[in-house]
T-cell receptor, first 114, second 108 residues
Framework: EAGVAQSPRYKIIEKRQSVAFWCNPI?????LYWYQQILGQGPKLLIQ????????DSQLPKDRFSAERLKGVDSTLKIQPAKLEDSAVYLC????????????FGPGTRLTVL | AQRVTQPEKLLSVFKGAPVELKCNYS??????LFWYVQYSRQRLQLLLR??SRESIKGFTADLNKGETSFHLKKPFAQEEDSAMYYC??????????FGTGTSLTVIP
């Protein structure tokens, strides 16, 4: 079974630039999560989709972050403009339907903002 | 507010010694707790969840509502147990809150 795919794996940008991350969940998984993991901290949930609808985005900095999941499959997370404190690993995870089901994580995208 | 606390950032034990990774939570509702593990150069993955009451790779964790704890235990540590361990809490639907993690090193 193919796992959760993410791209790019690494990205270096300058502050005030824009960046986008892509996630392809496991086929058939209705729930998709984006997490931000700053060095030395645990993953922090940014946004959760159920199919193509948003379940929770309470911790998403909406002035600069946006995410979409068109057609309920792939998802993109965008930062515009980036700040130094956005440097982190961005993790995508998916699960079958509800969080009772195991979350499967992607390899993450490591973002460095200079 | 819901919280997960892992008081130890680093933990070292000798091979064959017992290991306990601590996790305390704060949540007014009915908690659902998980342990996730990340081995070197691998993805974050589920180790076990409290509702399953299972033992995975020799690890067990019991939910203690009185002490609001969900400590991860293994009677005899192995070198391959060296990894980063995260305690996670599911709350109000399907949102997750992860602790800051404990890096376990098993010394040969």
């Amino acid at each position: 079974e193919a796992g959760v795919a993410q791209s790019p794996r690494y990205k270096i940008i300058e502050k005030r630039q824009s960046v986008a991350f892509w996630c392809n969940p496991i086929s058939g998984h209705a729930t998709l999560y984006w997490y931000q993991q700053i060095l030395g901290q645990g993953p922090k949930l940014l946004i959760q989709f159920q199919n193509n609808g948003v379940v929770d985005d309470s911790q998403l900095p909406k002035d600069r972050f946006s995410a979409e999941r068109l057609k309920g499959v792939d998802s993109t997370l965008k930062i515009q403009p980036a700040k130094l404190e956005d440097s982190a690993v961005y993790l995508c995870a998916s699960s079958l339907v509800a969080a009772y089901n195991e979350q499967f994580f992607g390899p993450g995208t490591r973002l460095t903002v200079l | 507010a819901q919280r997960v606390t892992q008081p130890e950032k680093l933990l070292s034990v000798f091979k064959g010694a017992p290991v306990e990774l601590k996790c305390n939570y704060s949540y007014s509702g009915s908690p659902e707790l998980f342990w996730y593990v990340q081995y070197s150069r691998q993805r974050l993955q589920l180790l076990l969840r409290h509702i399953s009451r299972e033992s995975i790779k020799g690890f067990t964790a019991d939910l203690n509502k009185g002490e609001t704890s969900f400590h991860l235990k293994k009677p005899f540590a192995q070198e391959e147990d060296s990894a980063m361990y995260y305690c996670a809490l599911r709350y109000t639907g399907n949102q997750f809150y992860f602790g800051t993690g404990t890096s376990l090193t098993v010394i040969p």
